[in-house]
């Protein structure tokens, strides 16, 4: 599991940044289908799990990138890149106001600071593996 993540780690600023442009990229196409499974008591939309995803993803690359001592949550890096992380997330729902047929969505917006805590809370445990 080490080496795999010490290999993850060495890719991850190239990775970081296809991932941003993969990100924009998504979030610009216009009017994009709903697709929800609904279970009877409860509909899910899969995009909330998407952007639970993605910015598990973000926030994971994020810190191999820039992160140097990851392994201790309150350390100013991690806190300077998780507030980046938010700050991004946020404008990234917010420039959705600009593109036909999308709208700000505040659950997304919820899922995507879900995904960035929980991808930092992962990262984290990974890397004192």
Not at 52 to 66: H, I
Not at 86 to 110: K, T, V
Request: charged share 15%; glycine share 4%; net charge positive.
């Amino acid at each position: 599991m080490k080496v795999l993540f010490g290999y993850i780690k060495s890719l991850a600023p190239y990775l970081l940044a296809v991932w941003v442009i993969v990100i924009l990229v998504f979030s610009s196409i216009p009017k994009v289908p709903e697709i929800k499974f609904d279970t009877g008591k409860l509909e899910i939309k899969i995009d909330y799990i998407l952007h639970f995803t993605e910015y598990f993803a973000l926030a994971g690359l994020a810190l191999l990138t820039f992160a140097k001592d990851i392994t201790i949550l309150r350390s100013p890096r991690v806190v300077l890149i998780t507030v980046c992380l938010l700050f991004f997330a946020a404008l990234d729902e917010s420039h959705q106001l600009l593109i036909p047929g999308r709208s700000f969505n505040i659950s997304d917006m919820i899922s995507n600071f879900a995904g960035i805590f929980a991808g930092i809370l992962v990262t984290l445990r990974l890397n004192r593996s």
